[in-house]
């Protein structure tokens, strides 16, 4: 068969993704093999593939690739999230464009309008991260609005409320303007902005005297209820039961004391708004103020906030101001450096409001989860993020749980016309137990009304490794006994608390066991710039477009190159590129391996290279177990990569390639198969389509073959002495080649290469460093041939006769400037092994190859200074 010069993934990719699905390789059922579990964390169901999810789901399913390679019975459960905020702005934003509002529909009708929208749109993700070969089984595919995950988050929050760790409360929560509903301390996104401080002048009840407060948000002045001093500060104890004239609207406010007054910020009297401030809230709720809410839900001023009804709260802030030093009660405005809350979907600045809400006691849940994180039974990839982690969880605030959305888990709570309410499964047990708590007997479903919110995403996502297994429900079933806990969560430390610590939480209140064993946290998908790729930057590339120029693999691997766990990956279109021609080498590797003609005669001598190589390729897949068990992937595929492109294709190839007439021995044939079959194998994970087309390719396999499912190629022990006899005779065959290319020879041209004093036995290697080198010589001498082109190997000298007239200035010149450089590389290894802290903390082997580097390197020192002193 004819391969084509070139590697073209266009047509390979989707045949072998379909020959994958049709027979059924992704799919997992419980056996008596170990389970490898992976939960994909689930997109939003109106997504689209951006380059974050790339990367996510790369990184997943090398993982699940290499799992199944080893024996286990690999189960990758995708599904999408419902994503409560971000849908429903996209269903409100298309009724709008047909001319609907969401307030002239039931909550039936836009519940309507919003599925429809998701069975639209819900698949599109799902379907791309074929296009990037996602082994996910597909049949297990879940929805956080699915029935039985509905029923799973409202079964958990009527426990969690029966345990009294749900409750409702009125609290100055994170109000999102634009989205009109409450956020989690979580969904607040905090961005350093330049503002301006505000000094404003307040007049003193009966006197002339101001009382000047400093404000970052003078539009929330008509809120004040009062302003408030230090009690140990002397500057205002005068006016301590005094009353002070709220500018414009003239309202007589208290002058009160509480030791929360920082004296040395602004003027140390604070104007206090308990309706717009956390902080004020609670000085509000010590003194009994009154609460005066000036905002509607949207941002806008209320019937409070003459006289800017309707306005937008930011608008005010420019007419207060002008307000304010219209009438003279503007002392200065002073810049100021501020952080301020940003809602983590729209991106609106969070207004701090008083609303009643549902909240869950984080406290009664942490304690486990912050245990069993910092004892490593969950271990951290990089451990680094344990210490974020724990500070978090030991300062953990109850969670604010309802959303004023209609989209999402309607909270499972029934009120009776008068106020009184019961959370249930359903609104028949709830009317059974409002008849008992309200002595009526006669109480129905009618006389009952469900709670308007829906709960917040995360309340159905962190449940999701146990309720995908329907482990909340049904917790003794066969499927959460065997896949949970699953082997690795991988995502991104932005939602190490959304999601993450509470995951960890919910496993251990309803499993008693962690959902996860390993946290994969990589980095963030930044431009060459170090942007956060965006649309509005424009500097994200579609994923999709990428796959038809570059390939999956090539995206793949071009992404994986640049990604360590936990750094943030610097995206350049040429990783992709680069994978590509990856994929292309490989390609010509193969085609260069079918184009020769076996034999049956009798076998070249090729054992010093087959030797070699095996052991060089056992001792990859050691350290390849090493770096992949650790998540080193951006280490595991870099190693490949030098692996396959240098020591394969460049060297092994090279040593046992045939003559012009393309014929190779059976015995030598056979090996190199056996090799190329194991390194596609080993790279797999990372470059599925193309190893599974060259795994085919190098032999006829049965129907139903797949090399998914083979063995991962076992470590055998290796030989250090072969691997650097092996390394040691590339070194001499790069010197020569050298030397030829500075005589400017052909590579027809033959030379001759004589060595002495060599503490090395090149019998082995003889006949591969003679095929190499193209020479036509190669022996020991006893003389010093000084007037040749020589170099140095392990302490021998190596002279080449070139037959071309040798320019011993040049040579000694070549000399002296590798002197320099050996005695540079002495200095930088004896500072090494002069560093205590290295010696002491360094891996013993480490310390020793140093050691032997510098042992090395004297020696060539001083035969590099003799060969230097015999040509003076």
């Known amino acids: 068969m004819e391969l084509a010069k070139t590697y073209d993934p266009s047509g390979i990719e989707g045949k072998w993704y379909q020959q994958w699905m049709d027979n059924n390789l992704f799919r997992s059922i419980p056996d008596d093999r170990e389970p490898y579990t992976i939960v994909i964390p689930p997109p939003n169901v ?84 074929k296009k990037l070969g996602c082994a996910c089984d597909w049949e297990r595919t879940k929805f956080t609005m699915d029935d039985d995950m509905s029923e799973s988050v ?27 509903t409450a956020l989690s301390n979580e969904e607040v996104i905090y961005k350093d902005v330049q503002s301006k401080l505000y000094f404003v002048k307040y007049q003193i009840e009966g006197s002339d005297e101001m009382l000047t407060i400093a404000t970052t948000r003078p539009e929330t002045i008509l809120g004040d209820t009062a302003i408030c001093v230090n009690p140990d500060d002397e500057r ?99 810049e100021l450096n501020n952080s301020v809350g940003y809602s983590e979907r729209t991106d609106a600045v969070v207004e701090p409001r008083l609303s009643e809400q549902w909240f869950l006691d984080m406290k009664k849940l942490a304690g486990p989860a912050l245990e069993n994180v910092v004892n490593d039974s969950i271990s951290f990839h990089p451990a680094k993020f344990k210490n974020t982690y724990k500070h978090w969880m030991e300062n953990i605030h109850e969670w604010c749980l309802s959303r004023q959305l209609w989209w999402g888990h309607q909270i499972p709570a029934y009120y009776t016309e008068d106020g009184e309410y019961a959370v249930a499964r359903n609104i028949d047990d709830a009317v059974e137990i409002l008849r008992k708590k309200t002595k009526n007997d006669t109480l129905s479903a009618n006389d009952l009304k469900q709670d308007e919110d829906a709960l917040d995403t ?20 066969d499927e959460i006994k065997y896949y949970y806990p699953t082997q690795v969560l991988v995502t991104a430390p932005e939602i190490l608390f959304f999601w993450v610590a509470r995951m960890i939480m919910a496993g251990y209140e309803y499993r008693n ?32 477009e990428l796959i038809k120029v570059y390939g999956a693999d090539g995206v793949r691997v071009g992404m994986l190159f640049s990604s360590p766990a936990g750094n943030d990956l610097l995206f350049d279109e040429k990783l992709c590129e680069q994978g590509r021609n990856f994929a292309n080498k490989i390609w010509n590797m193969l085609r260069l391996v079918k184009s020769w003609e076996v034999s049956d005669s009798d076998p070249t ?191 021998g000298n190596f002279y080449v006769d070139t037959g071309v007239q040798f320019d011993a200035e040049a040579e000694k010149d070549k000399i002296i400037k590798e002197m320099d450089y050996t005695k540079g590389f002495i200095a930088s290894v004896e500072k090494k092994l002069s560093n205590d802290r290295f010696v002491s903390n360094a891996p013993q082997q480490v310390v020793e190859n140093e050691k032997k580097k510098l042992e090395d390197s004297l020696q060539r020192l001083k035969v590099l200074s003799e060969s230097l002193e015999k040509m003076n």
């Open 46 to 129: 109106t997504g689209v593939l951006h380059m974050g999810h790339m990367l996510n789901n790369t990184i997943q399913d090398v993982l699940i690739r290499k799992a199944k390679l080893e024996g286990y019975n690999a189960c990758w459960v995708p599904g999408t999230d419902h994503a409560s905020i971000a849908t429903e702005a996209k269903v409100v934003a298309k009724l709008r464009e047909q001319g609907i509002k969401k307030s002239d529909l039931s909550r039936e009708e836009f519940l309507e309008h919003a599925w429809d929208w998701t069975r639209e749109h819900g698949g599109i993700i799902l379907e791309q991260l």
């Open 154 to 180: 409202i079964h958990v929050f009527v426990d969690l409320y029966n345990k009294g760790y749900i409750y409702k409360g009125k609290r100055i929560i994170n109000w999102d303007p634009k989205a009109k």
């Open 236 to 334: 205002y104890s005068h006016l301590a039961g005094k009353f002070a004239i709220v500018p414009i609207i003239n309202r007589k406010i208290p002058i009160i004391q509480d030791s929360y007054v920082d004296v040395e910020f602004g003027t140390g009297a604070l104007k206090v708004t308990p309706a717009h401030d956390p902080n004020d809230y609670e000085i509000g709720k010590r003194h009994q103020l009154e609460i005066v809410n000036v905002m509607n839900e949207d941002g806008t001023y209320n019937e409070f906030g003459k006289p800017y009804i309707g306005k937008d709260r930011f608008e005010v802030r420019k007419l207060i101001v002008k307000d304010i030093e219209s009438i003279g009660q503007l002392d200065k405005i002073e």
């Open 458 to 477: 995360w309340a159905s996502s962190w449940l999701w490794p146990i309720a995908v297994f329907d482990g909340i429900l049904h917790p003794d079933n």
């Open 513 to 544: 066991e962690k959902p996860f064993k390993n946290v994969y946290l990589h980095g963030i998908v930044r431009d060459k710039q170090r942007r956060k790729m965006s649309k509005q930057l424009g500097n994200s590339p579609d994923p999709l």
């Open 605 to 795: 001598d090729n054992s010093f290279a087959t030797e070699w190589f095996d052991n060089k390729l056992n001792q990859l897949i050691e350290e390849l177990n090493k770096s992949m068990t650790s998540y080193r992937l951006a280490e595991s595929i870099t190693n490949l990569y030098n692996f396959i492109w240098n020591d394969f294709a460049s060297w092994y190839l090279e040593m046992i390639k045939p003559g012009p007439d393309k014929i190779i021995d059976s015995k030598t044939y056979d090996i190199t198969v056996q090799f190329f079959e194991k390194l596609m194998i080993l790279l797999h994970p990372f470059m599925p389509f193309l190893t599974e087309e060259i795994w085919h390719t190098l032999q006829q396999r049965k129907n139903g073959e797949f090399i998914s499912n083979q063995q991962w190629p076992l470590a055998n022990k290796y030989s250090e002495a072969t691997i650097n006899t092996g390394e040691n005779t590339k070194d001499i065959i790069c010197k020569i080649r050298e030397i030829r290319n500075n005589a400017q020879l052909k590579n027809k041209d033959l030379v001759k290469c004589f060595y002495r004093n060599v503490d090395l036995d090149l019998s082995k290697s003889h006949d591969v460093i003679v095929k190499c080198a193209n020479l036509e010589e190669l022996r020991q001498t006893d003389e010093e041939l000084n007037d040749m082109p020589s170099f140095v190997i392990k302490g």
